[in-house]
């Protein structure tokens, strides 16, 4: 199955869909910047995720940040972008706990997929949010 992470790019189209110069690519690939995929003959192997970033680099150079800034910017977004996805998933494990629990739990899922617990008796605030309601067990 494809990707946006498969390394299907050899260094040559990875550079025209990026609009780059092969030896770029290389020299991103020594300071960090990019990190393809390396075959068993050590070739280079880009990904549809990798081409994206070396036009963002691309972008970035463009505005005047010189390349340390751009490395820096890169690992700030993707440090961002796995805390958000971990984020994601504690709050999934979360409200699997809460809601396997016995007792009263009352719980409202946000516009953006968010976990919000609500007071026992209050109701949801915004008119989208669907409120998730787990009667007590008696006996």
């Given at each position: 199955?494809i990707?946006?992470?498969t390394?299907?790019?050899?260094?040559?189209?990875?550079a025209?869909l990026a609009?780059?110069h092969?030896q770029t690519l290389r020299q991103y690939d020594?300071?960090?910047l990019v990190s393809?995929?390396?075959?068993?003959?050590?070739?280079?192997?880009?990904?549809m995720r990798?081409v994206?970033?070396?036009?963002?680099?691309?972008?970035?150079?463009?505005?005047g940040?010189?390349?340390?800034?751009?490395r820096?910017?890169?690992?700030?977004e993707?440090?961002?972008r796995?805390?958000r996805?971990r984020?994601?998933?504690?709050?999934?494990?979360?409200?699997?706990?809460?809601?396997n629990?016995s007792?009263?739990r009352?719980f409202?899922a946000?516009s953006?997929?968010?976990?919000v617990?609500l007071?026992?008796?209050?109701r949801a605030?915004?008119a989208?949010q669907?409120?998730?309601?787990?009667?007590?067990?008696?006996?």
């Amino acid at each position: 199955m494809i990707d946006e992470a498969t390394p299907i790019f050899a260094i040559a189209v990875a550079a025209e869909l990026a609009g780059m110069h092969p030896q770029t690519l290389r020299q991103y690939d020594r300071l960090g910047l990019v990190s393809p995929t390396r075959t068993a003959g050590q070739s280079r192997r880009y990904s549809m995720r990798d081409v994206v970033q070396l036009r963002e680099i691309a972008r970035l150079s463009a505005e005047g940040l010189n390349l340390e800034g751009i490395r820096r910017i890169l690992e700030l977004e993707n440090d961002n972008r796995a805390l958000r996805a971990r984020v994601r998933v504690l709050e999934a494990a979360l409200a699997d706990e809460l809601l396997n629990r016995s007792g009263r739990r009352v719980f409202a899922a946000g516009s953006e997929g968010e976990v919000v617990s609500l007071r026992a008796g209050t109701r949801a605030q915004k008119a989208n949010q669907l409120v998730v309601w787990r009667p007590l067990r008696r006996g």
